[in-house]
């Protein structure tokens, strides 16, 4: 019976395929019937075949992913309070957000010891606090994610300058005691408005800064930060193409057999302040975008997150969503599912080809901070920024209950605990910084402006 399928129909080429389809369309035109481009330059077929399939050699997640909570520290006690019901509730992770050092023995009361992997985010680069956190933290599993150049085009500015940012980061890696130190932040470029191809050609030219510094040791030092959206395929092919391409250069470095850290999230881009329950259904199919690519470790965030400060609720239903999809949907077991997949595969060697393109001519011209000092990355990134904002004005971009089939009975003036919108404190920066931009900002704005 395992082969009553096969046994029963006879193969079909791909030739025979398209030629039937041909037939079927009654004198359409098959090239502007079927045939879908996308803004990365890749053509979508009606159908993929076993004579064109071509597998990439990808490294394979190595274990089960992570579910993480992101938890921003403004009071060590109620981050930890935080920390520990989340571990208590099924988390494996915490990725703390910090804006300034904190006291160590505060934060992490009753979190140590239970086999959780920490992982930080800091906007400000502190030696010798980072090597006392490592020191404290010797036997977890931590990751501390220092971007300097993340930093740099985010904000505009080093957190002192080149040199000194280089060597202290130098200093932090020679005297901290965890393998994971550097960390590439390319969810800055999916959340400014970058495809896919841009997205995984930035990351890795932001990554060979490290590389190029502090050579082949750096490349299993790296933690890659992602954002995933809504473009479900193509997401996936994203952080696979990443892992292929980050194992190839890597290899450059005389680093072998490198399977790329990754950390992954829901874009904001595509997030929305009308209709947000909608948010859920967003981040649920990017999170298993996440987690079919290769993800090491997923966070999600909270449906209200744009107007509301974090709530119990909101963290609950974010974290059980990952706790569905891990324990009751089958992807515990879902990590290697996207090979052999034609399309994926065929997707997920466009978007290498044509990222590695792109990186190589970035090297080329200086190197990412090179490029990011003259304007050149923030310029394509903004072009592809406009170009989506007008598909998502003409509504062939969708955000459901937003663009299309909004409820205009939706009121939301009342409900603003925070700005939904992005400001910037004026300031004078060495670069143009690399802003996020959501989609239906605009829209929000003048639907705010029109409630009674």
């Known amino acids: 019976m395992s082969n009553f399928i096969t046994d029963d129909f006879e193969p079909c080429s791909a030739a025979a395929w398209k030629q039937k389809i041909q037939v079927d369309l009654k004198g359409a035109d098959y090239n502007k019937t079927l045939l879908t481009p996308t803004n990365e330059g890749i053509v979508i077929k009606p159908f993929y075949h076993l004579d064109f399939f071509e597998k990439l050699a990808i490294p394979k997640p190595e274990n089960v992913f992570k579910i993480c909570q992101k938890i921003t520290i403004s009071s060590e006690k109620e981050a930890n309070l935080r920390a520990f019901d989340a571990i208590t509730n099924g988390v494996q992770a915490i990725r703390f957000i910090a804006q300034n050092s904190f006291n160590n023995t505060v934060l992490f009361k009753n979190l140590l010891n239970k086999k959780i992997a920490f992982h930080f985010e800091f906007s400000f680069l502190d030696k010798k606090f980072i090597i006392e956190l490592s020191n404290y933290l010797k036997n977890e599993v931590a990751y501390f994610n220092v971007d300097i150049v993340g930093n740099l085009a985010l904000t505009g500015n080093w957190f002192v300058s080149l040199q000194n940012d280089f060597n202290t980061l130098e200093n932090i890696l020679k005297n ?94 595509n997030k929305t302040l009308y209709d947000y329950n909608v948010n859920m259904l967003r981040t649920t199919t990017e999170s298993m975008s996440a987690i079919l690519g290769g993800a090491t470790t997923i966070s999600n965030h909270s449906y209200n997150i744009l107007f509301q400060k974090p709530t119990e609720f909101g963290e609950r239903i974010a974290k059980n969503q990952l706790l569905i999809l891990k324990e009751e949907s089958y992807f515990n077991d879902a990590k290697n599912s996207a090979t052999d997949s034609y399309y994926i595969e065929a997707i997920t060697k466009e978007i290498a080809d044509k990222a590695l393109t ?7 011209s200086g190197g990412f901070i090179t490029q990011l000092k003259k304007g050149t990355i923030q310029r394509k990134i903004e072009e592809n920024a406009r170009k989506e904002q007008a598909q998502f004005d003409a509504e062939t971009l969708v955000l459901l209950g937003t663009n299309k089939y909004p409820n205009e009975q939706d009121q939301m003036k009342n409900n603003l605990e925070l700005n939904p919108f992005t400001k910037r404190k004026p300031q004078k920066t060495l670069i143009v910084p690399i802003s996020p931009k959501r989609l239906a900002s605009v829209l929000e704005q003048k639907r705010l402006e029109n409630e009674a």
Do not use: M
């Not at 130190?181 to 995984?200: K, W």
């Open 176 to 269: 901290s005691k965890h393998s994971f130190v550097l960390g590439v932040n390319a969810a800055i470029y999916q959340n400014a408005g970058a495809n896919s191809v841009q997205q995984v050609a930035y990351a890795l030219a932001h990554a060979s800064e490290y590389l190029l510094k502090f050579g082949g040791e750096a490349a299993t030092k790296i933690q890659f930060n992602v954002a995933t959206g809504s473009n479900y395929f193509f997401e996936i092919a994203k952080i696979r193409a990443l892992k292929y391409l980050y194992n190839l250069i890597a290899n450059v470095y005389d680093a072998e057999n490198v399977n790329a850290t990754i950390h992954s999230e829901p874009s904001l881009r």
């Open 358 to 364: 792109l990186f190589k001519e970035i090297e080329k």
